[in-house]
């Protein structure tokens, strides 16, 4: 499975971004697909996460009210809707994805996803 993360840019406090991670390779399309970021000097963290074919879709808590997390299983595309950016959320961010379906209380964990994009980068500056 390849993933290829775009949609990234700069923006200012408030605004909003799109991004979108196109999946291929895979037969069916990955059933368990997640956004991950990694800011300056800190460890990569979870985003959000959504399975197919469940309404699963864990947020991280700093993010929670203010990304939406989607797909579009006919294209195999992942989307990452992010409104009210902050400062805070600069980061990369990266897509991952899993052709099994992972169950809800790992699917924050970074090491149940096998595939990964490349990254795209996020900045939220004045």
């Known amino acids: 499975v390849q993933l290829q993360a775009y949609g990234g840019g700069l923006v200012q406090p408030g605004g909003s971004l799109r991004l979108s991670c196109a999946a291929s390779?895979?037969?069916?399309?990955?059933?368990?697909m997640a956004w991950f970021r990694q800011a300056p000097g800190k460890e990569r963290e979870f985003v959000a996460a959504?399975?197919?074919?469940?309404?699963?879709?864990p947020y991280a808590d700093s993010v929670k009210g203010r990304f939406t997390i989607s797909r579009d299983n006919a294209k195999n595309i992942l989307y990452l809707q992010m409104n009210s950016l902050k400062p805070e959320d600069t980061a990369v961010y990266y897509c991952?994805?899993?052709?099994?379906?992972?169950?809800?209380?790992?699917?924050?964990?970074?090491?149940?996803?096998?595939?990964w994009g490349q990254g795209t980068q996020v900045t939220v500056s004045s």
């Open positions: 390779g895979s037969t069916s399309g990955p059933s368990t």
């Open positions: 959504i399975r197919r074919g469940t309404g699963s879709t």
């Open positions: 991952a994805a899993a052709e099994s379906a992972i169950i809800v209380g790992v699917m924050r964990s970074s090491t149940r996803y096998p595939y």
